[in-house]
């Protein structure tokens, strides 16, 4: 089961770039204050760094990722998550475009 | 004056992909219905198409617009707004990433 909406949100208007443009997300924080972004990251092999920890969630489309300290690539499928903890490179590996949830915390 | 936010509203988790990439957005629609869209467009040139009618506010960056039937481009930063008829095409030009909220109708 994918969460195709996330409803009662302010949506954040800019846009996040990185890896020029590899990477778009928009912040949204939810009527309790909580804050999660909604991107898309396209075909690229990238090492992003968490700050806070992260579950990203995809909702389309997929990616294989690489947590530190493994060797393995595992594939995130829609409805599929994973956790990173804070302060921890991770790799992301993307064919199609991968349509994510990114919750903080 | 720039929209850094729109509030009370649905999100789509799902981002819409154009051009391959060079254009991402992400629908939102309002407690009353209304649908609008934030997005972003990376620098390139790219000609689009409206369905409806639509508004497209700059919020952050800018972008060159020209209308059919000008020879004239016109620029849009934070703040701008301009409008194109509906089933119309329409040139972008962008140089730096151009942040924008499309209104519809």
Redesign the interface.
């Known amino acids: 089961m994918?969460?195709?909406?996330?409803?009662?949100?302010?949506?954040?208007?800019?846009?996040s770039?990185y890896f020029?443009?590899?990477c778009?997300s928009?912040g949204?924080?939810l009527a309790d204050g909580t804050k999660k972004s909604?991107?898309?990251i396209?075909p690229a092999t990238l090492t992003f760094n968490t700050g806070a920890p992260e579950v990203m969630e995809c909702?389309?489309g997929s990616c294989d990722y690489k947590l530190p300290g493994s060797e393995v690539w595992l594939k995130s499928k829609p409805g599929d998550k994973f956790s990173i903890p804070g302060n921890t490179p991770f790799d992301i590996r993307v064919t199609e475009?991968y349509?994510?949830?990114c919750h903080f915390g």
């Open positions: 994918t969460t195709t909406h996330i409803d009662q949100v302010s949506v954040s208007t800019q846009a770039v020029d443009g590899k778009i928009h949204v924080t909604v991107g898309v396209l909702v389309a475009p349509h994510y949830i």
